[in-house]
T-cell receptor, first 118, second 112 residues
Framework: EPEVTQTPSHQVTQMGQEVILRCVPISNHLYFYWYRQILGQKVEFLVSFYNNEISEKSEIFDDQFSVERPDGSNFTLKIRSTKLEDSAMYFC????????????????FGAGTRLSVL | TQLLEQSPQFLSIQEGENLTVYCNSSSVFSSLQWYRQEPGEGPVLLVTVVTGGEVKKLKRLTFQFGDARKDSSLHITAAQPGDTGLYLCAGAFGFGNEKLTFGTGTRLTIIP
């Protein structure tokens, strides 16, 4: 069964360093998302991406964050200068549908990357 | 800001018992999804409900969407230890491919 793949599973970095989290969405999916989950808290939306541009972003997604789909298969999240509070599980998701009316906004999640900022 | 409230936050019951967990919002969902999340892993999709009053069954799990599309419930019949996990509801409030807003989850423990 197709799945969303994320690498690495765990990333440890020093505060102020840049990190790139990688995702391979399910083939033929059209919409891509990043969410994060701080330990013990709920899953929070960061950004959505469609047709090679950002569709929506949350207030968490500030100038330190960027997303890219460099080669038609990978979808990356870059944090330019990590802060301690960026430590969290980061989940990539993808959706096959251009939803509308009663169509379903179904999102499939990867297993996540645990980012630890020291 | 749309909020999803899940209740109870924690539930511990004996194997074989039935249980219901709830997901509520003051806003109308366009669709709602239930996920299960294991520690250190991503949410795994269980079901999506779209139509008010819709009922979907997945083996011993029954999902119901409220008539007004503001609430949903997950009922498990004859719970088994393998049902232990974190159950999340996530709602979409638009009719496109908008973000999902997640609830805080119900952590379910089934005692053998």
């Amino acid at each position: 069964e197709p799945e969303v793949t994320q690498t690495p599973s765990h990333q440890v970095t020093q505060m102020g360093q840049e990190v790139i989290l990688r995702c391979v969405p399910i083939s033929n999916h059209l919409y891509f998302y990043w969410y994060r989950q701080i330990l013990g808290q709920k899953v929070e939306f960061l950004v959505s991406f469609y047709n090679n541009e950002i569709s929506e972003k949350s207030e968490i997604f500030d100038d330190q964050f960027s997303v890219e789909r460099p080669d038609g298969s990978n979808f990356t999240l870059k944090i330019r200068s990590t802060k301690l509070e960026d430590s969290a599980m980061y989940f990539c998701a993808s959706s096959p549908y251009r939803a509308g009316g009663l169509a379903k906004n179904i999102q499939y999640f990867g297993a996540g990357t645990r980012l630890s900022v020291l | 800001t749309q909020l999803l409230e899940q209740s109870p936050q924690f539930l511990s019951i004996q194997e074989g018992e039935n249980l219901t967990v709830y997901c509520n919002s003051s806003s109308v969902f366009s669709s709602l999804q239930w996920y299960r999340q294991e520690p250190g892993e991503g949410p795994v999709l269980l079901v999506t409900v779209v139509t008010g009053g819709e009922v979907k069954k997945l083996k011993r799990l029954t999902f119901q969407f409220g008539d007004a599309r503001k609430d949903s419930s997950l009922h498990i019949t004859a719970a088994q230890p393998g049902d232990t996990g974190l159950y999340l509801c996530a709602g979409a409030f638009g009719f496109g491919n908008e973000k999902l807003t997640f609830g805080t989850g119900t952590r379910l423990t089934i005692i053998p």
